[in-house]
């Protein structure tokens, strides 16, 4: 895609991550915090269950960004996440991209992000990117 | 560490990152923006070389709230990171984070979080956490 981005154009992505990946990421990012890699000790939470580390689910925002909307070349200037409610693996979760403002002369867009829990239709990551693309915006 | 952490608390962690790991946080996310990976897209860009993915970067976040500080159990609610500067492979970085608001009926806390170049003395993140943690906060 190499036409310009507008106001208002948006773009979605479905996605899902395995255990294997929550032990990838903890082991790259050092977070091996037990409610993500420990059953037992997740049984005693209110997750009951291992949950996805944010920052791994919230890295969909990274991936569109990006490679896909607005794609290469992609430089990341900002972005805001509000976890609001667990994440777990192997299960599908819809990533929802719209464009909200357009700076042209700086080549910056503000694009609303969030994660979508496809089963109970409800938001689990709320937040706002602001990225720059020198061919796109 | 089991004690009380209130406003005005802080912690430092120095960290760096490595091809490999933006390799495998590419392989992870699914991020192949080449402006990580591609020598040759990069030196074509502003920042000249590869750069750390900014998702990988601020999982120090993740790691220190989720491991260190305040710690196993650290529940992630909110986090904001302006990407500043770019940062690369094999270069010393310092996260620190200063505690700016409790709420201890909630056992929640703001924390601010950034990332300094060791080398230029300047912030490449920054950030704030907002966190919940039932022993600690």
Do not use: W
């Not at 208002?8 to 294997?20: A, I, K, M, R, V």
């Not at 997740?42 to 919230?58: E, N, V």
């Not at 909307?69 to 430089?75: E, R, S």
């Not at 464009?99 to 694009?111: G, K, M, P, T």
């Amino acid at each position: 895609m190499s036409h310009k981005i507008k106001v208002g154009d948006n773009y979605e992505y479905e996605f899902s991550f395995t255990q294997e990946d929550v032990e990838a990421f903890a082991r790259l990012s050092g977070d091996n915090n037990p409610v993500h890699l420990d059953p037992e000790f997740a049984s005693k939470t209110i997750f009951k269950q291992p949950i996805i580390h944010g920052f791994l689910s919230a890295s969909v925002f990274s991936k569109v960004l990006g490679t896909d909307f607005p794609g290469h070349g992609c430089i990341y200037l900002k972005q805001s996440m509000d976890f609001l409610r667990p994440m777990y693996v192997n299960l599908k979760y819809k990533a929802k991209f719209t464009v909200e403002e357009i700076n042209e002369a700086r080549h910056q867009a503000i694009i609303k992000t969030i994660v979508l829990d496809l089963e109970k239709c409800k938001t689990t990551i709320s937040g706002s990117a602001t990225v720059m693309h020198k061919e796109r915006l």
